[in-house]
């Protein structure tokens, strides 16, 4: 083994070998005065530039260690990262349910974040899951997997398909699940199934009582079929927080009315009864909750007038209209069977938009409820809409954006300068702006079919473009929203910072409020000069989507709800 390596940031003097395999090996090493992690993957599937900026995206969040430096050789890729000097959790007493709640509820959102980035973990054990000193410090999650293709990590904690070398997202769901267990028993994992009879025992050797909705997720986490398990680090996190449901507190107006003027046949949501108002704080603008429904998880939500569209996870639409009893109602014909990414309506026409995990785009009438047609590519996942007459945008998980002639559906043009993913797109007065996991944002000209300018963001799922087209607003994963100004594009203001990751921010269309969500359980709105928050309101958790159009505010969250907000009259601007 070589005593050093180098790379153009410096010399790495090797301490010692941590782990070795048939994809690369991990090592302890010295740069200065301080220690690092270097994994050298021998047969890598990526290129360097890519891999590179997909996993110091992924170390942005403050469970990961951070990317430090990258390079390559005739010996593979060589990836350096922070040295977590925590200790592995502690093993030595069983946990109470209680901490095992805590454990879990802080690193399945770690999990769905190494997931956003199409990574796995691929070695959750307890050893690579450190706990840092002091009362309120999050665990680390430690030595994610760069080689995917063959992540094989522990056979003590490893799911039953990651030991077939077939390692699908929730492999890591599983792995997690165990190692509660263990944690939870203070027992090896290998103790805690029964061949015999072929099922966990896990329950009748734990010493405290488990809330049954902490004992429900552990058993979904530990499903051996793929079929039956969590496919997702959010589903699991929906059942964790699963309590009394908003809608127990919240005045419900869905009422059994037929007054509805969309012709949609089937009715989807029955009429709960009245309860008490949410609990919301304010500080200039006052808002009052009318509505809220649970669809299941939101994951899109549009707004046009008093006609509220929501999509789900499952693919499933829901339109109604606020301004007559919000009988709520599901589009008919051929639709999506994936998780709905986007909603858009045609600003002119009764007309909606929906994009979807199942690599299609559909339109479909309002007038009827009746899917009008269906678009799509091959490898095709698109991930948002904007409509910009004459054409609608469609943003896909290549890195590409795909603009739609509106009038026929037909394709126009294809920008394809983003290297990964894209997050999110907006469209105004003939301008389009977009944010990629390539931590980029980009500025495009639709009448000239071109690229105005790149510039250099960190991880970020929100973006609102001004009506002007002539400044874009970036919420981060951090909880920053920063202004850039495209007339001088080297610079940008931060408009506010929020206390947790920005999942959306929507734009009123005069520009003058800001509407923001997170992934705490608070909903701000903030005046769009100034930079001011005029209104905090209490929010489930984790919030998802938002429309928002300055007068009505909807905002979906992972428990399941669907909130929809009016400003109340009066309300200072």
Avoid at 133 to 148: E, F, M, N, T
Wanted: with cysteine; glycine share 6%.
């Amino acid at each position: 083994m070589t005593n050093n390596f180098f790379s153009s940031s410096g010399c790495y003097e090797v301490v010692e070998t941590l782990g070795k395999g048939q994809t690369g090996q991990t090592i302890l090493a010295r740069a200065a005065a301080s220690l690092v992690v270097i994994k050298q993957l021998y047969h890598p599937h990526d290129s360097l530039e890519v891999l590179s900026q997909r996993l110091k995206a992924m170390g942005q969040h403050s469970q990961l260690p951070g990317l430090l430096d990258s390079w390559e050789t005739s010996d593979g890729q060589f990836f350096v990262f922070e040295h977590v000097l925590a200790r592995p959790v502690d093993q030595a007493v069983p946990w109470s349910p209680a901490q095992i709640a805590s454990f879990l509820l802080s690193l399945l959102p770690v999990l769905e974040h190494i997931h956003s980035f199409r990574l796995l973990h691929g070695d959750i054990r307890p050893i690579n899951i450190r706990q840092t000193s002091g009362q309120h410090q999050q665990p680390i999650l430690v030595d994610c997997r760069i080689a995917q293709q063959r992540t094989l990590g522990d056979a003590a904690y490893g799911a039953p398909e990651q030991a077939l070398g077939k390692p699908v997202y929730a492999s890591d769901l599983y792995s997690l699940g165990l190692v509660a267990v263990h944690l939870l028993t203070g027992l090896a994992p290998f103790e805690l199934y029964s061949i015999t009879d072929q099922r966990w025992i896990w329950p009748d050797l734990i010493t405290k009582p488990v809330p049954p909705s902490l004992s429900k997720v552990l058993n979904k986490l530990l499903e051996r079929s793929l079929d039956r398990r969590y496919t997702s680090a959010s589903e699991a996190l929906a059942d964790l927080k699963e309590s009394p449901r908003l809608i127990d507190k919240a005045r419900s107006l869905l009422l059994k009315s037929e007054s509805l003027p969309l012709q949609v046949a089937k009715k989807v949501l029955a009429a709960p009864g009245d309860s008490t108002a949410l609990a919301l704080t304010s500080q200039r603008i006052h808002w009052q909750p009318t509505y809220q429904f649970t669809p299941g998880i939101a994951t899109a939500l549009a707004l046009r007038g008093q006609v509220l569209a929501m999509g789900t996870s499952t693919g499933k639409i829901f339109v109604g209209d606020l301004a007559h009893s919000a009988e709520i109602y599901t589009l008919e014909g051929d639709g999506h069977c994936d998780r709905i990414t986007a909603l858009a309506f045609h600003p002119q026409v009764r007309t909606l938009y929906s994009a979807s995990s199942d690599g299609t785009v559909k339109q479909w009438s309002l007038a009827t409820g009746q899917l009008e047609q269906t678009l799509s590519q091959p490898g095709w996942q698109p991930t948002d809409l904007a409509v910009a007459p004459p054409y609608l945008a469609v943003s896909d998980s290549t890195g590409h954006i795909g603009l739609w002639h509106l009038k026929q559906l037909t394709p126009y043009h294809r920008f394809n300068q983003h290297q990964d993913w894209v997050s999110a797109i907006s469209a105004s007065n003939h301008r389009l702006a977009s944010i990629s996991r390539d931590r980029t944002l980009r500025i495009w000209s639709l009448p000239d079919k071109r690229l105005l300018e790149t510039l250099s963001i960190g991880p970020s799922q929100g973006l609102a473009l001004h009506p002007t087209g002539n400044h874009a607003i970036v919420g981060n994963n951090q909880g920053q929203i920063d202004v850039w100004h495209l007339a001088n594009p080297t610079s940008k203001d931060r408009l506010c910072t929020v206390d947790h990751g920005i999942t959306a921010l929507v734009l009123s269309p005069d520009a003058r409020l800001l509407a923001v969500g997170t992934d705490g359980n608070v909903l701000k709105i903030y005046q769009g000069v100034s930079g001011q928050c005029v209104s905090e309101l209490a929010q489930g958790w984790g919030v998802v989507a938002i429309a928002f159009d300055g007068h009505t505010l909807v905002s979906s969250s992972q428990d399941e709800t669907v909130t929809v907000w009016q400003r109340a009259v009066n309300s200072m601007p």
